[in-house]
Structures are given as C-alpha cells and as structure tokens.
C-alpha cells in the first residue's frame, strides 16, 4: 500500500517561494504518476501540478503555470512541489496524490488518483 505525507507547508508573505515534499513510506511509487492537488476553506478540491512515471510529460494549472514546478525522485520515493511569487489566493491545504496506473501519464482530474496524503497548510498573507 503507498502511504504518502506532505511536509514544507506553512505561512509565507506574498512574492515569497516555498517547496512542498511528498514522501512515501509505503509500496514504491515509483513508476507512477504523481500529482499535486489543494483546497483552501469553502472550496472543492482543485488540481495543480502532476507529472507521468517517467517524468517526461507535466500539467500545470493556468493559476500555478510559470510559478510552480513538479518533481520527483525515483531514488528518494519523493515528488516535489516548488513554488515561487507565491499570492495569498495561493493559501489552501496542498495534497500529494499518486495514480494507481503505470501508464505513463500526467493526470488532472482529482478521480484519477488512487492514493492521497493527509494535506499540509500553506498560508500566505499579503
């Protein structure tokens, strides 16, 4: 069973960059697909960022694109979150994700992902 959790969050002033690390410490992900996701309060859950097994395609969201990158390291077991000119409609629980499939995707519905972490806050004030 993958098990993931997310570390890095926290309060940050606007134009600041912080980075985001997911961690698995269950069944390798590697291979698979990861994804970043967040939902800030009174708010369905929305996609960010995700990127294939092989790390060949990425999907970035138009409010994220330009300022956020994904990552991963097969090695580690990790993906990552870079963010950067961070904006206080930024403030949200950011969740890492993992699609079950080997198909070598990058994912952006939030039904295609099998596996979640419990979330980290990311708070940022203007």
């Known amino acids: 069973q993958v098990q993931l959790i997310e570390s890095g969050g926290g309060l940050v002033q606007a134009g600041d960059s912080l980075r985001l690390s997911c961690a698995n410490t269950?069944?390798?992900?590697?291979?698979?697909?990861m994804a970043w996701f967040r939902q800030a309060p009174g708010k369905e859950r929305q996609f960010v960022a995700a990127?294939?097994?092989?790390?060949?395609?990425?999907a970035y969201s138009d409010s994220v694109k330009a300022r956020f990158t994904i990552s991963r390291d097969d090695v580690k077991d990790m993906s990552y979150l870079q963010m950067s000119n961070l904006k206080p409609e930024d403030t949200a629980v950011y969740y890492c994700?993992?699609?079950?499939?080997?198909?070598?995707?990058?994912?952006?519905?939030?039904?295609?992902?099998?596996?979640w972490g419990p979330g980290t806050q990311v708070n940022v004030s203007s």
């Open positions: 269950g069944r390798t992900i590697m291979r698979h697909n």
């Open positions: 994700a993992a699609d079950r499939s080997i198909l070598n995707r990058a994912p952006v519905t939030l039904q295609q992902y099998d596996f």
């Open positions: 990127i294939s097994g092989k790390s060949d395609k990425t």
